[in-house]
């Protein structure tokens, strides 16, 4: 059921609900959903604070000028309906986002209310916190004392789009970048204390989000601001949300973000994130308007490089190996681990390390001195 289906048969005894799916245009995690922390997958309650806003981003439902329910979450109402999902085991965690219905620092407050009503029941589950943009730096310290993970939503890949998409939600770079320079710096400085309780200090990191295809953006676009979310601000996670028309706002002709887009952006980024790729890896695989091609990025950027293979497994570094189209980190690490002991030189050598199966699909990327193998494999 759509936002606007819910809001035809809402009373308010529904809060619980509307302001739940309200929050899926967030994607960083989806409601009571799985959603990964600290390596596990947990079920989460993922809901907004309140779906009134003062602002009129192009794209969103909770526009301030589009007629809609909003409602509002009592801060301490909202703690023990969490508090109680959590002690009846439906949930591990609490993901909180929000509109802006009147400044930053309003919102923030009670953002803060609630989680801190919540850890004072004694609840020590998972908080993931979503700041609105402009958010005061006075704020961050206690902000990440509560919470688990913290982010605020880039929403674009640059000020142009940001502009264009978000004309009222402050600077790019002032209202945004900085903030989650902040909150980086924050964490950082709490990860040398010793002092630190079991939970909150952000020990699942810093994350945004950005939407995609809502504006003339491009895949280029994406892939450079993620190398420098990455690699330069130190960021955990980049969330992409294909962007999805909705009536009566200024986008709704527009069409949705196609998932394959969103589904290569997220290949791209984990290369950049944990394969040592750069931003420059895509440059020549992007087509002249700035697009990804609908296929594997590692895959495109081997077809683009044959002379980087085959790559020889006994001498190659980590970064080298897991460049290899089908290999990722795990399989890395056991041939490193594995070439401690025995030289790889046949197929059947590196069967017994990484299977059989995914022996043969890197067969052409790898040197083996079975010629059959590989040629084979080249056919293919
Ligand atoms: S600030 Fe923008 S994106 Fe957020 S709820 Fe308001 S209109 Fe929507």
Redesign the pocket.
């Known amino acids: 059921m759509t936002v606007d289906e819910v809001s035809r048969t809402i009373k308010k005894t529904d809060k619980l609900h509307f302001l739940r799916l309200s929050a899926r245009?967030d994607r960083s995690v989806v409601p009571i959903y799985e959603a990964a922390a600290r390596g596990k997958c947990v079920p989460l309650l993922k809901t907004?604070l309140t779906?009134r806003?003062?602002?009129?981003?192009a794209?969103?439902?909770?526009?301030?000028g589009r007629k809609c329910p909003r409602m509002t979450w009592e801060p301490r109402k909202l703690a023990e309906i969490t508090k109680n999902l959590w002690e009846e085991g439906k949930i591990m965690g609490f993901f909180l986002s929000?509109?802006?219905f009147k400044d930053s620092d309003f919102v923030t407050e009670r953002q803060l209310e609630t989680v801190r009503a919540l850890r004072n029941t004694g609840y020590t589950g998972y908080v993931h916190l979503r700041l609105?943009?402009d958010v005061g730096q006075h704020y961050i310290r206690e902000v990440i004392e509560l919470a688990d993970r913290v982010g605020v939503?880039l929403?674009a890949p640059n000020k142009e789009v940001f502009s264009e998409l978000?004309p009222?939600?402050g600077g790019f770079e002032e209202s945004v970048l900085k903030r989650l320079e902040w909150i980086v710096r924050e964490v950082r400085g709490a990860k040398t204390e010793t002092t630190k309780p079991k939970f909150g200090f952000a020990g699942a990191g810093v994350d945004t989000q950005m939407i995609v295809g809502a504006a003339e953006d491009n895949d280029w676009q994406h892939i450079q601001t993620t190398e420098w979310l990455y690699k330069k601000l130190g960021l955990k996670r980049v969330y992409y949300s294909g962007f999805e028309p909705v009536p009566k706002t200024p986008l709704e002709r527009r069409s949705a973000c196609p998932p394959s887009r969103e589904y290569r952006l997220y290949q791209s980024s984990f290369l950049i994130r944990d394969y040592g790729f750069t931003a420059d890896s895509f440059a020549q695989i992007v087509d002249d308007k700035g697009f990804l091609p609908n296929v594997d990025p590692k895959l495109a950027f081997a077809k683009m490089n044959p002379d980087l293979f085959p790559i020889d497994l006994n001498t190659a570094t980590y970064h080298e190996i897991v460049q290899i189209p089908q290999i990722g980190p795990v399989a890395a690490k056991k041939i490193i681990e594995a070439r401690k002991s025995i030289k790889i030189r046949y197929a059947a050598n590196l069967e017994r390390v990484i299977g059989a199966n995914l022996t043969r699909r890197v067969g052409p990327y790898v040197e083996l001195k079975d010629k059959r193998l590989t040629n084979f494999s080249k056919s293919k």
């Not at 794209?59 to 301030?64: D, L, S």
């Open positions: 245009w907004l779906s806003c003062r602002n009129e981003c794209y969103c439902a909770f526009r301030a929000s509109s802006v609105m943009p939503n929403e978000c009222d939600k």
